[in-house]
């Protein structure tokens, strides 16, 4: 039996609902069956109606999937999980869930550059409005909304800026203007930073990054209460079939166990190589939320209870620079995605970002200079090591 009351990191380890009853496994099963036998035909037409709980098909729910569901659902402190295929599935599903062709939502415009691109890309095909607007500034937030704004969208801390947002000032202007808040809290995991409690209606993850935390799994998970969930699921995550394989998962439960051990040493790390990288005399600037540096730092601090592995840096100079750089580590790794045991680096304008235009970039802070790093949990002297001498080639 879980309790509600425990701590974080024994709510990583037991929150999926303890051993299996039939065989004491310690680790959830993984169901690997697609559609699960009826007792009789009342029994499937009982379920299909409503009438009986269990399953039916795993695009519609499994077991496996529902142990990783119960056990998010107590992590961010929300009702329901629904766990997708992929971050942007679980994205789209709930935007699907929250607006109709003819109506619009808001949106903080520094972002994943995959959620800008299914804005500009799907949604005008949909008739979906999308307003991009500077969401630091509060006014701005609230004078993009209209009688036909459905919900506002915010990432924080955002992907590759490390901007902030204010995640209780949103969510009162929300709640004002009778409209849903939802938060893409990958950076900062329930762990650090808990949306739900602040006022926000869904979180979104690509669990994908520190939640899996492995580097081998794509993953996306919404949270949320209880209404807003039925309606996700019954009317949206069955018909659109973004479902979570159980595999994948069995592998999300496994990295959940180590979360607050991996996140506390993305945090120690990502404080120590921010801090090497504020004083190196070839940064220009270097944004992590932890640093008093940061514009940011006190409403980092009082919406975050620690600051993670995700930092950006401008390089002094431009593109030619920042390129030497990322061809010259060796511990590092070049890649996509972030939130891994592995230390990421990545030129987001040229990569993660490009979906966006070169004015849109400029805007938003996403610069041709600016590198993005992912801090892995190895030994932090090994990783400011590398950095240090692949600084050393310009
Ligand atoms: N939200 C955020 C904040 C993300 O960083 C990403 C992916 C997504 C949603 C989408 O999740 P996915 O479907 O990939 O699981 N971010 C990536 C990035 O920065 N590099 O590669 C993927």
Redesign the pocket.
Known sequence: MVKKSWGFATLAVHGSGGHDPQTGAISVPIYQSSTFAFKNSQHGTDLFSGKAEGYIYSRISNPTQAALEREMAFLEEGDEAIAFG??????STCIFTLCRSGENFVSSRT?????HALYIKVMPRLNIGVTEVDATDLNKVEDAINDKTRFLFI?TP???TIEIIDIRGCAEIAHRKGIKLVV?N??ATPYYQKPLTMGADVV??????YIGGHGDT???INIGFKELMTEMRKQNLQDLGGIISPFNAWLLLRGLKTLPVRMDRHSENGMRVAQFLAFHPKIERVWYPGLRIHPQHELAKSQMTNFGGMIAFEIKGGIEEGKRVMDNVELCTLA???GDCDTLI?H?AS???SSYSPEEMLANGIKPNLI?LSVGIEDVTDIIEDLSQALKHI
């Open positions: 992929s971050g942007m599935a679980a994205i972002i994943y550059g995959g959620t990432e955002a992907n590759p893409d990958t950076f979104v993850h690509s669990a994908t990054k794509v993953a996306g996509v995605s972030l990545v987001p990569t993660t970002h993005r």
